[in-house]
T-cell receptor, first 113, second 116 residues
């Protein structure tokens, strides 16, 4: 099994719909992140969480919300999806005691029509 | 604010040849980490190599090596003996080495094509 699992892998949704992207990890890391990837823009941070009770906004949090249900689970919600939220979404984890970089999930490609 | 710039949107290399991908960054910090990530068509982000700013020696991982020029704030990736499996998007990333630091700053990526 993958260390960081994202579901669904692909999703098409309609404008105005609520959608949730899920992320679970087996790394035992406290820190979890949601990034968005757009062509020509790289990866941008949406939200991050240092533990279950510590959730913080990233640079592009508008239109998104998150829930840290447990140390291993971190979900991203789009309350009312809009077309410019069409992107590739990545969940990642990190261990603050190490500098080995992030461990990424395999991404969720979201299309809002 | 820190920034990471990858000025080459796309590069091509012949199989078995060497290619260098460029990355520059801007920071006022002296202690930080730099990373190269590979994103093949499978979309998975894979850590290729990392460099601690306090280390003068350039990091190497098999066919991958970096040229880290701290004063010039440059962090290029050299891929030797390129293989078809190296074809991917490559992202340069920066992270401060500060307690509680969370944020990685990514460049916009360089798409590498490997020609048979």
């Amino acid at each position: 099994d993958a260390d960081v699992t994202q579901t669904p892998r692909n999703r098409i949704t309609k404008t105005g719909k609520r959608i949730m992207l899920e992320c679970s990890q087996t790394k035992g890391h406290d820190r979890m992140y949601w990034y968005r990837q757009d062509p020509g823009l790289g990866l941008r941070l949406i939200y991050y969480s240092f533990d279950v009770k510590d959730i913080n906004k990233g640079e592009i949090s508008d239109g998104y919300s998150v829930s840290r249900q447990a140390q291993a689970k971190f979900s991203l919600s789009l309350e009312s999806a809009i077309p410019n939220q069409t992107a590739l979404y990545f969940c990642a984890t990190s261990d603050p005691g190490r500098t080995y970089g992030y461990t990424f999930g395999s991404g969720t490609r979201l299309t809002v029509v | 604010a820190q920034t990471v710039t990858q000025s080459q949107p796309e590069m091509s290399v012949q199989e078995a040849e060497t290619v260098t991908l460029s990355c520059t960054y801007d920071t006022s910090e002296s202690d930080y980490y730099l990373f190269w990530y590979k994103q093949p068509p499978s979309r998975q982000m894979i850590l290729v190599i990392r460099q601690e700013a306090y280390k003068q020696q350039n990091a190497t991982e098999n066919r991958f090596s970096v040229n880290f020029q701290k004063a010039a704030k440059s962090f290029s990736l050299k891929i030797s003996d390129s293989q078809l499996g190296d074809a991917a998007m490559y992202f340069c990333a920066y992270r401060r080495n500060t307690s509680g630091t969370y944020k990685y700053i990514f460049g916009t990526g360089t798409r590498l094509k490997v020609l048979a």
